[in-house]
C-alpha cells in the first residue's frame, strides 16, 4: 500500500486521518519536531523560525506550527502580563507570539491551523465524543487525544505544495501537561517514517563562574527525559552565553547520544536576526537536508546578511517614546518592537526606545525629552487612558511626529473631541459608558452582544484610502488590508464635527463604513490606525507607516520634520 510499512491501515478502515498519512507518503513532506528542555525564554520560537527561514532559502516551501500545552482555547482572553502578546492571523486567529517571529522569518501568512492549545485539542475530541464520533468506546489521553495532534500535523502538511512542516512544542520538556503532545510526536515518527522526521531539542548550558565551566548535566536530565518518553534528539541546539569548547560538546554528544556536529551551539546575540546566521555557520541547514534526503540548493541568505549587518552597524539613533500600560512586560508588545526596529534599520538607524508607563506621567517635558517620535500601542481598559491622552496632546501641540495604534487612535479621537472640538469629557464607552460624547463606542449592531468572547472585530479587514493623504503617501496605494483586534470604533455621529476642526479620516472600511486611519491637517505627522499593522512588518519589507514614521521621527530630530515622500 504505497509504501507505508510502518502503519498498519486495515482497508475497511480506510478514514479521513489514515488517508491524510497516505497522501503524506506519496508527497513525502517532512517533519521537525522542535522541543525545550531545562527551562522557558530560551528562544524556541526563534531558533525555530531561524530553522524554517534557512530550509526556506534552500526553496523549500515550509510551514511552522506551535502547539501550546495550556488549557486556554487560544490566548485572546489572556492577560498580556501572562501571556505577551496576543498575535493575530489575516484570517483572525488571536494566536501565540511566537507564530509573529514565524511570520516575520519566513514572511508567509500563518492562519488558525498553525497555532494549536490543549484546549482546542480536547475541546474537539470532546465534540466528537459528544457527538458519538467514537461509538461507544472510552476516550482517552492515548489514542483519542494524541490522535486530533497528530492529525493536525498532517493536515498542515496537505497544504498545497508544502515541503517541510516544522512544529514546536511549547513549554518545556518535562511539564505535566506537555506529555500528550510529547507522546504524539513520538508516534508521529512511527507513522511518518522515522528517516521522514527530525526531533531537535533546544536546551540551556548555564556557564558557572566559579567552576568556569559550562555545565552540561541539566542538558543530559534533559534529553534522559525525552528518551523515557521514547524521542531521541537528532539534534541538540545549546542556549548558552558564548560558543561551546569542544569538550563540553563532545560530552553532550556521547551522554545523549547526538553525533557530534548535530550539538549546535545557539549562542546569545544581539539581534535576534542573527540566529539563522549562527545556525548556517554551523551547518545546521545541510545536516538537516542531508538527514531527511531532501533535494535542494544553498540558501541564498544574502539580503539577510545584509539587513542583519545594516542593522548591527547603524551608528545614528532614532529615540521613539512608547506610552503603553505593558511597559514593564516588553513581550507585550513585541510586534511593535519589532517593526520599529525593521523600520530604523531600513533607515540606516539604531533604535532607542524610551519606555513611557502612561499611569506614572509626572512631567511630560521630562518623561519625553529626547524623544522625536511617540508611539501610543494598543491596549484594553482605563488604567493608563487619562496618561495616553495627556501624551497624544503633546505631541499633537508640539509638532512631534505620532503613530497612534488601535487604542492609541481610539485615545487620538478622545483628545482632540476634548481639547479641539470642545466636547468636554468626551470618552470612549470602554472607559465611561455614561460618557455624553461616546466618540469610540460599539456599533449598534454590537451592542446586544452580551458574551466577552467573539465580539471583536478580528483578523484582516479592507481599507480604502484617500489619495493625497499622509496614509497614501505612506502605502502608495489605495486598497490595503490589515489586521484588527477590537470591539469599540470611532463613533461615525461624530465625524463630521472631529472633520470640521481639522481631523481627516483618511482610511475607511469600504463594506461598513467603518473608520481605519486618522490624521490631523496641521501637524507633520499625526496618524492613527484601528488596525494593528505591527504584524505584518518584516525585516526586508518594513511597515510603510512605521518606515515613515521613524523618518519624520529622525528628520525632526535634525530639525526639519516633513511629510511621508513616498
Ligand atoms: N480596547 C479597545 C477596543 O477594544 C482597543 C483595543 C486594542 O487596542 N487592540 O476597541
Known amino acids: 500500500m504505497i509504501g507505508i510499512t510502518s502503519v498498519n491501515v486495515e482497508k475497511s478502515k480506510l478514514d479521513f486521518y489514515h488517508l491524510l498519512i497516505i497522501i503524506n507518503h506519496v508527497k513525502q513532506v517532512k517533519f521537525i519536531f522542535v522541543t525545550g528542555g531545562v527551562l522557558s525564554s530560551l528562544g524556541k520560537g526563534i531558533a525555530t523560525a531561524s530553522i524554517g527561514l534557512l530550509l526556506k532559502s534552500r526553496g523549500l516551501k515550509v510551514t511552522l506550527q506551535k502547539f501550546d500545552p495550556y ?69 482517552q489521553v492515548v489514542p483519542h487525544i494524541t490522535d486530533e495532534i497528530k492529525e493536525r500535523v498532517w493536515r498542515l502538511a496537505n497544504r498545497d505544495g508544502v515541503d517541510v512542516v516544522i512544529t514546536e512544542i511549547g513549554g518545556t520538556v518535562g511539564d505535566i501537561e506537555g506529555l500528550p503532545f510529547l507522546e504524539a510526536i513520538r508516534q508521529f515518527g512511527l507513522e511518518a517514517g522515522r528517516e521522514n522526521v527530525i526531533y531537535v531539542h533546544l536546551t540551556l548550558i548555564p556557564y558557572i563562574k566559579a567552576a568556569r565551566e559550562f555545565k552540561t548535566k541539566p542538558t543530559q536530565h534533559s534529553v534522559r527525559e525525552l528518551r523515557a518518553i521514547g524521542i531521541q534528539p537528532d539534534f541538540i541546539l545549546c542556549r548558552s552565553e558564548s560558543r561551546l569548547p569542544r569538550s563540553a560538546k563532545e560530552k553532550i554528544s556521547l551522554f545523549c547520544n547526538v553525533p557530534y556536529e548535530q550539538v549546535i551551539d545557539a549562542v546569545d546575540v544581539d539581534n535576534i536576526y542573527e540566529i539563522p546566521l549562527v ?81 506614572e506621567i509626572t512631567d511630560l517635558d521630562q518623561d519625553l525629552k529626547g524623544s522625536s517620535g511617540i508611539l501610543v500601542p494598543g491596549g484594553f481598559g482605563v488604567r493608563g487612558i487619562e496618561g495616553k491622552i495627556a501624551v497624544i496632546e503633546y505631541a499633537r501641540r508640539k509638532q512631534i511626529p505620532f503613530f497612534g495604534i488601535c487604542l492609541g487612535l481610539q485615545c487620538a479621537v478622545i483628545e482632540f473631541a476634548r481639547h479641539v472640538c ?95 486611519i486618522i490624521e490631523l491637517k496641521d501637524h507633520p505627522f499625526f496618524i492613527g490606525t484601528q488596525f494593528h499593522p505591527e504584524f505584518k512588518s518584516r525585516p526586508l519589507r518594513p511597515h510603510p507607516i512605521f518606515f515613515h514614521f521613524v523618518k519624520n521621527a529622525i528628520e525632526k530630530a535634525k530639525g526639519h520634520p516633513g511629510k511621508a515622500h513616498s
Open 71 to 139: 488549557i486556554n482555547v487560544d490566548p485572546g482572553t489572556m492577560s498580556p502580563f501572562q501571556h505577551g502578546e496576543v498575535f493575530v492571523t489575516d484570517d483572525g486567529a488571536e494566536t501565540d507570539l511566537d507564530l509573529g517571529h514565524y511570520e516575520r522569518f519566513i514572511d508567509v501568512s500563518l492562519s488558525q491551523d498553525n497555532n494549536l492549545t490543549a484546549g482546542q485539542i480536547y475541546n474537539a475530541v470532546i465534540e466528537k465524543e459528544r457527538r458519538g464520533d467514537y461509538l461507544g468506546k472510552t476516550v
Open 422 to 516: 470642545g466636547l468636554e469629557d468626551a470618552n470612549s464607552a470602554e472607559f465611561d459608558p455614561e460618557t455624553r460624547y461616546p466618540v469610540i463606542d460599539f456599533m449598534p449592531e454590537q451592542r446586544d452582544l452580551k458574551r466577552y468572547g467573539g465580539t471583536m472585530r478580528l483578523g484582516a479587514w479592507p481599507c480604502r484610502i484617500t489619495p493625497g493623504s499622509l496614509a497614501w503617501r505612506c502605502y502608495g496605494q489605495e486598497l490595503i488590508h490589515e489586521r484588527h483586534r477590537h470591539r469599540y470604533e470611532v463613533n461615525n455621529e461624530y465625524r463630521d464635527t472631529l472633520a470640521q476642526a481639522g481631523m481627516v479620516f483618511s482610511g475607511i472600511n469600504p463594506d461598513r463604513n467603518l473608520v481605519e
Open 279 to 359: 545556525f548556517h555557520e554551523q551547518h545546521l541547514d545541510d545536516l538537516i537536508v542531508r538527514r531527511l534526503k531532501i533535494e535542494c540548493h544553498d540558501p541564498d541568505l544574502s539580503e539577510w546578511r545584509r539587513f542583519v549587518e545594516r542593522a548591527n552597524n547603524a551608528k545614528e539613533e532614532v529615540n521613539i517614546a512608547v506610552c503603553g500600560k505593558y511597559v514593564n512586560l516588553r513581550d507585550a508588545y513585541k510586534s511593535i518592537i519589532e517593526a520599529l526596529h525593521h523600520a530604523a534599520t531600513a533607515n540606516g538607524v539604531r533604535l532607542k526606545i524610551n519606555w513611557i508607563e502612561t499611569d
